[in-house]
């Protein structure tokens, strides 16, 4: 089975502050990883995603996310925080089951926000 | 990117009645669709995965028979929550994958609809 952990249920930066979101998965092949974003009352953006190709993978708004396997680890990074990045953050995961059918499993969340 | 359509974006009904969500991939063909409930701050939960010309699969805990899902052509799969209670209120969101890829094909999500029951 998949599953996708995100250490931390919340994260509090400071405006300018480099910003690091947690994210563990578990896949019994090589999976797909993705960042979503998510603000308030609203639907989901793709922030990056990682499919075999670079293990650093450039997203949208200055994000970036560094696929590790030996550590089974997609953490995502931004190296100056600003205000509009305060949102609900989710690692997602698919692919693993080697099936037509994979699963597209969301991990709990992140909420970030971002202090003046 | 392609863009998938889900339709309402909100509704409110009585308890007691049906109510039928529409997620539709606009530029692309989907034989898979994926639905997912949303509580306040949390995760989305994956509900079912939804194949065309298919029975869905269901994760464990969902109730078949109160979630319909029909996915009857390569664009349009449908939700319909039956016998709609207070507690099934949520938000409800579709995803649909392209089938070129396979395991790294990127999954594009609807924008939600927030179901409320009376």
């Known amino acids: 089975a998949q599953s996708v952990t995100q250490l931390d249920s919340h994260v509090s930066v400071s405006e300018g502050t480099p910003v690091l979101l947690r994210c563990n998965y578990s896949?019994?092949?090589?999976?797909?990883l993705f960042w979503y974003v998510q603000h308030p009352n609203k639907g989901l953006q793709l922030l990056l995603k990682?499919?075999?190709?670079?293990?650093l993978v450039k997203g949208i708004n200055g994000f970036e996310a560094e696929f590790k396997k030996s550590e089974t680890s997609f953490h995502l990074t931004k190296p100056s925080a600003h205000m509009s990045d305060a949102a609900e953050y989710f690692c997602v995961v698919s692919g693993s089951m080697k099936t037509s059918y994979d699963k597209v499993i969301f991990g709990p969340g992140t909420s970030l926000s971002v202090i003046p | 990117g392609a863009v998938v359509s889900q339709h309402p974006s909100w509704v409110i009904c009585k308890s007691g009645t049906s109510v039928k969500i529409e997620c539709r991939s606009l530029d692309f063909q989907a034989t898979t669709m994926f639905w997912y409930r949303q509580f306040p701050k949390q995760s989305l939960m994956l509900m079912a995965t939804?194949?065309?010309?298919?029975?869905?699969?269901?994760e464990q805990g969902v109730e078949k028979d109160k979630f319909l899902i029909n996915h009857a052509s390569l664009t349009l799969s449908t939700l319909t929550v039956t016998s709609a209670h207070p507690e099934d209120s949520s938000f409800y969101i579709c995803?649909?994958?392209?089938?070129?890829?396979?395991?790294?094909?990127?999954?594009?999500f609807g924008q939600g609809t927030r179901l409320t029951v009376v």
């Open positions: 896949s019994s092949y090589s999976p797909s």
């Open positions: 990682y499919t075999s190709a670079a293990t």
């Open positions: 995803s649909a994958r392209a089938p070129s890829g396979g395991m790294n094909t990127e999954a594009f």
């Open positions: 939804s194949n065309e010309g298919s029975k869905a699969t269901y």
